[in-house]
Nanobody, 115 residues
Framework: QVQLVESGGGLVQPGGSLRLSCAAS????????MGWYRQAPGKQRELVAT???????DYADSVKGRFTISRDNTKNTVYLQMNRLEPEDTAVYYC?????????WGQGTQVTVSS
């Protein structure tokens, strides 16, 4: 069992930045892959970014060049740095961890981009 707690969401103006954090209840070094997903109202949950245990990353095309995922194994935390935010980035952002064949989710944090 892995518990994930997200933080860092909020209201930001277009063009602004936010950094999301996901703290895991276990050593993330043992987790195969961690990632961020988001779900906007009326839409399906979609992948934003992932990072595996070796540090390789992958991003959705819509966030490439604007978002950066990183991990700090000493703090068991994964981050999502979001720059040049757009109204279309408004969603609930969820942290995800893949451990073996199991997937775990955080409770989500709201990000609202609006002037």
């Amino acid at each position: 069992q892995v518990q994930l707690v997200e933080s860092g969401g909020g209201l930001v103006q277009p063009g602004g930045s936010l950094r999301l954090s996901c703290a895991a209840s276990t050593t993330i070094f043992t987790i195969n892959s961690m990632g961020w997903y988001r779900q906007a109202p009326g839409k399906q949950r979609e992948l934003v970014a992932t990072i595996n245990s070796g540090g390789s990353t992958d991003y959705a095309d819509s966030v490439k060049g604007r978002f950066t995922i990183s991990r700090d194994n000493t703090k068991n935390t994964v981050y999502l740095q979001m720059n040049r935010l757009e109204p279309e980035d408004t969603a609930v952002y969820y942290c995800n961890a893949k451990l073996g064949v199991f997937y775990f989710w955080g409770q989500g944090t709201q990000v609202t981009v609006s002037s």
